[in-house]
């Protein structure tokens, strides 16, 4: 079953403005993850955020986590036109063997 | 230090037929985990395997499909008796400690269709 949802399924903005997803899970964690996911292409790691943390940054990504809410948010500051690909959250499943991932967040960067 | 590799990345079968589909993790990682995802879906998660163990394989269906990771070679997603709706491209990830210690590090993917 989905562990992780994402919000909104898709989402649309021209280049340098700032985009925002979001993800809700069900279960207690012990780290969440974002991922990217380029057409055709595997997924790659972004960032990784502890439940012991409420915020992270790398680079023009800013991570939030709200443990009390079971949410996370994804914010991509200044978009690119590279920056057009499809964004997973991922939270381990009970078992804490696998990580199990949303449906993600489909983005489309235009110039 | 050369990725995941994953081979076929591109595979066609006709109903009955069968699908191997191969996964090299990176050097040094022991953990190995399949996933599958349909078009326009998210990952669902398959099996996670370490050398010559099958750990947790709760997203495998029950018939037909199977998974291994010997001492020696790739990984192996095995799919006998394909069907259309097998159709799907598997992910390949590895990982050096486990999920609770970091990120998994995919491959770029088989592409299975079945005719």
């Known amino acids: 079953s989905q562990q992780g949802e994402e919000d909104p399924q898709a989402l649309s903005i021209q280049e340098g403005e700032n985009a925002t997803m979001n993800c809700s899970y069900k279960?207690?964690?012990?780290?969440l993850q974002w991922y990217r996911q380029n057409s055709g292409r595997g997924l790659v790691h972004l960032i990784l955020?502890?439940?012991?943390?409420r915020e992270k940054h790398s680079g023009r990504l800013r991570v939030t986590l709200d443990t009390s809410k079971k949410s996370s948010s994804l914010l991509i500051t200044a978009s690119r036109a590279a920056d057009t690909a499809s964004y997973f959250c991922?939270?381990?499943?009970?078992?804490?063997?696998?990580?199990?991932f949303g449906k993600g967040t489909t983005l489309s960067v235009s110039s | 230090n050369a990725g995941v590799m994953q081979n076929p990345r591109h595979l066609v079968r006709r109903r009955g037929q069968e699908a191997r589909l191969r996964c090299s993790p990176m050097?040094?990682?022991?953990?190995v985990y399949w996933y599958r995802q349909l078009p326009e879906e998210g990952l669902k998660f398959m099996v996670y395997?370490?050398?010559?163990?099958?750990?947790?394989e709760s997203g495998m269906p029950k018939e037909r499909f199977s998974a291994e990771f010997p001492k020696e070679g790739p990984s192996i997603l095995r799919i006998q008796q394909v069907v259309r709706g097998d159709s799907a491209a598997y992910f390949c990830?590895?990982?050096?400690?486990?999920?609770?210690?970091?990120?998994?590090?995919f491959g770029e993917g088989s592409r299975l269709t079945v005719l």
């Open positions: 991922a939270t381990g499943n009970q078992a804490g063997t696998a990580l199990i």
């Open positions: 955020i502890r439940s012991n943390e």
């Open positions: 050097k040094g990682h022991s953990h």
């Open positions: 279960t207690s964690i012990n780290n």
């Open positions: 395997l370490q050398k010559e163990n099958i750990i947790d």
């Open positions: 990830a590895s990982s050096p400690f486990g999920i609770d210690t970091g990120e998994l590090f």
